[in-house]
Structures are given as structure tokens and as C-alpha cells.
């Protein structure tokens, strides 16, 4: 006897989704599970906390010969957010869960003891389910608030896998569990810096207005004391609100970046790197899941880099490579939300002369 059963999941590249068919496949050979279509070495252990989870929450897997393929095959999976679509669509080719569907998307990491648990990057995943025309997107409690920010689909929060099962057909009873929930961020209740705090420096008072009234970039030089920082931070004050759709984009790279139920800002983001921070925590990336560095956390907003020409070797070798000095020029990487990167020099950028350490404020745009 054979069974096929097929859910559907969200992988993330960056910060755009790509939707995910998952097929499992169940035949009357030796008992085994396999996952394949370039899953990483997490997602590779999705068969342990699959078959742990489905036994505790009451629907074991059946003990037959398990093969889950995740298509199209050629892009890359990386993460434990696969979890509760592989146990869905396997209870789907067992006949435990009928209702389960390729049109619906299921998220979420599954513990040992079946319940789910939140995962980052909700908010993008949620808008290529959209985009994709899912019919619904099944998610863990703990993502819920997270979830709210998109519209256009349907949401539904869990708490465990069981919970999953009977929503989809399983005649199981309900069994109440304690949810996972995320850890509450920190509330940013930091006060707006105002223009009207500096006294004098008529000139670069002037700078900041024109780059926040017309989005260029600017470089501020001066000695030690000479009021850089005191005009750069001020800078995002004097920015509007995001719109909708702005304020969805930067919501996405801040889910990536793990701020959870807090991703969601209308206020333009304000970041100020160390001078002595790596080009990855500039840029991002890293090793399995990407992470978005400042430069992408600072997407419609404000990047402030101080002591720009105190930058290590490795930024000087960037700036050199196109043709300018890292100290006599601005490099400001602006990054869509795609994830693709440019490097161009400031427009019109309006500066102080001066001896010393030097500042630069840049504001982070969207360039297609």
C-alpha cells in the first residue's frame, strides 16, 4: 500500500519567500524517514522532532517507510519552520489528517513533546503565501501578534501539533497545552531627538533639513565636539511616518531579524554601526539563514556611520575598489527588498570642513 499526502511551506531566502509543496510519501517497506530536496543539516533533524511530536500529541507516525520531498528541489531549505508542514503531510498520506491541502501553508517549529514553537521571519513568509494565493497559512500562537501586520490571507495560531491534526480532519479529542510564546521585547520607549535642542551651528542644522526634505545623504566633518553626532541623531525626527506599504517592508526585515511582535514600526529606522563592526554585521548574511545587517535594518530609514574613516582594512578595500578613498569619500550601500545590494556616492551632500574625527549620515533608501 502506498499514500501521498501534501502540505505546503514557506522558504525563505533573505528576506523574500518562496512557497514550498511538501510531499510525503508513505510505502509498505522497512520502517525509515528521509527528507530530501536540499534540506540543511537543521532541517534534516525534522524527522526526530517530527516523529517525537507526533507520538506525544497522540497520532504516531505509522511504521512504514517515510520519504518527504520539499519542491522545487533546486532551492536551497534552511531552518525548523518545515516542521509542522512535514507532519501535517505525512498525516495527510497516513489518512489522519484528510482536510490537509496544498493550499494551505503550515509554519512553525515543533517541540518533542508536540507543541509548536514561534519562529523568525513570520511577516515575509506571510506575504509570499499571499502573493502565492494560499487559501490560508497556519501558524504557532506565538506568531500570532506578528501575523496581524499582513493582510490579503488568512491566519490561524495553534498551539501544537494535535491542535493542527483535529483542525484538519483528525478525530482526535482536544487536549489543552500551555502555548510557547516568544520573549517580549523590550519596550522602546526611547524620546525623539528634536532639531530645536542644538543651539547655533547654523550650517549644519541647515544640511540635516535639506537631506531629510529631499532623501540625499550627508557628510559631516569636524573636530572632536563639533556637534556630528548631535545632528545626525536628530535627522530621523525630522522624517515623516512610513506609509503602509514602507512600513510592511521594514516590518519584514525586522521579522528576519528576530524582533518578533515588536517588527511592526511606523517610524523610520535609525541605525549607528560601531566603526569598528565587521562588513558582515554592515551587510548581513552569515552562515545557513541569512541576517540582515544595518545597512538592511536601516532600509527607509536613517544609517549613521561614525568615525567613518576610523573603518577597518577590510571597508577601506571596498571603498578603493571603486575608485575612491574611504576617508575623503561616502560609500552608502542601499538595499531593496529584495535583498540586492548597490553601492553609489551621496547626492549632493552637503558638508562642514574640519580637522578630526569624521561623521557620516546617510538616508537609507529603497533603490530599484
Excluded at 23 to 37: D, K, M, N, R, V
Excluded at 54 to 82: D, E, H, W
Excluded at 199 to 222: C, D, E, F, K, S
Aim: glycine share 12%; hydrophobic share 45%.
Amino acid at each position: 500500500m502506498t499514500g501521498i499526502g501534501r502540505a505546503a511551506a514557506i522558504a525563505l531566502v533573505g528576506v523574500a519567500g518562496r512557497r514550498i509543496e511538501v510531499e510525503a510519501h508513505l510505502t509498505s517497506q522497512l520502517p525509515a524517514f528521509s527528507i530530501i530536496g536540499l534540506p540543511d543539516t537543521s532541517l534534516g533533524e525534522a524527522r526526530e522532532r517530527v516523529r517525537a511530536a507526533a507520538a506525544n500529541a497522540g497520532c504516531p507516525l505509522p511504521a512504514r517507510r517515510i520519504t518527504v520531498n520539499l519542491t522545487p528541489a533546486a532551492i536551497p531549505k534552511r531552518g525548523s519552520g518545515f516542521d509542522l508542514a512535514i507532519a501535517m503531510a505525512v498525516l495527510a498520506a497516513a489518512e489522519v489528517a484528510p482536510r490537509v491541502s496544498e493550499r494551505v501553508v503550515y509554519i512553525g517549529e515543533l517541540g518533542l513533546d508536540g507543541r509548536l514553537r514561534p519562529v523568525a521571519g513570520v511577516i515575509p513568509m506571510l506575504l509570499a503565501a499571499r502573493d502565492s494565493g494560499a487559501e490560508r497559512v497556519v501558524l504557532p500562537i506565538g506568531n500570532l501578534d506578528e501575523a496581524r501586520v499582513v493582510g490579503g490571507v488568512s491566519v490561524h495560531g495553534t498551539d501544537s501539533l494535535r491542535a493542527a491534526a483535529i483542525d484538519a480532519g483528525a478525530l482526535l479529542p482536544d487536549v489543552e497545552v500551555r502555548a510557547v510564546l516568544p520573549t517580549a521585547a523590550p519596550p522602546d520607549d526611547r524620546p525623539v531627538a528634536e532639531l530645536s535642542d542644538v543651539i547655533g551651528n547654523p550650517i549644519g542644522v541647515r544640511a540635516v533639513i535639506a537631506a531629510a526634505a529631499g532623501g540625499h545623504h550627508a557628510l559631516l566633518l569636524g573636530p572632536p565636539g563639533a556637534g556630528k553626532t548631535m545632528l545626525a541623531e536628530r535627522l530621523p525626527g525630522l522624517l515623516p511616518d512610513l506609509d503602509d506599504e514602507a512600513a510592511l517592508e521594514v516590518a519584514a526585515v525586522r521579522s528576519v531579524a528576530g524582533h518578533g511582535s515588536a517588527s511592526w514600526t511606523t517610524r523610520p529606522p535609525w541605525e549607528a554601526p560601531h566603526h569598528s563592526a565587521s562588513a558582515i554585521a554592515l551587510i548581513g548574511g552569515g552562515s545557513g539563514v541569512i541576517r540582515p545587517g544595518a545597512v538592511s535594518r536601516a532600509t527607509r530609514g536613517v544609517l549613521f556611520l561614525d568615525e567613518s574613516g576610523s573603518t577597518k582594512r577590510g571597508h577601506r578595500k571596498l571603498s578603493s575598489s571603486h575608485g575612491h578613498p574611504s576617508a575623503s569619500s561616502a560609500l552608502l550601500p542601499s538595499v531593496s527588498h529584495h535583498g540586492r545590494v548597490r553601492l553609489y556616492r551621496p547626492a549632493r551632500a552637503r558638508a562642514t570642513a574640519g580637522r578630526g574625527s569624521r561623521g557620516l549620515a546617510g538616508r537609507a533608501g529603497v533603490h530599484r
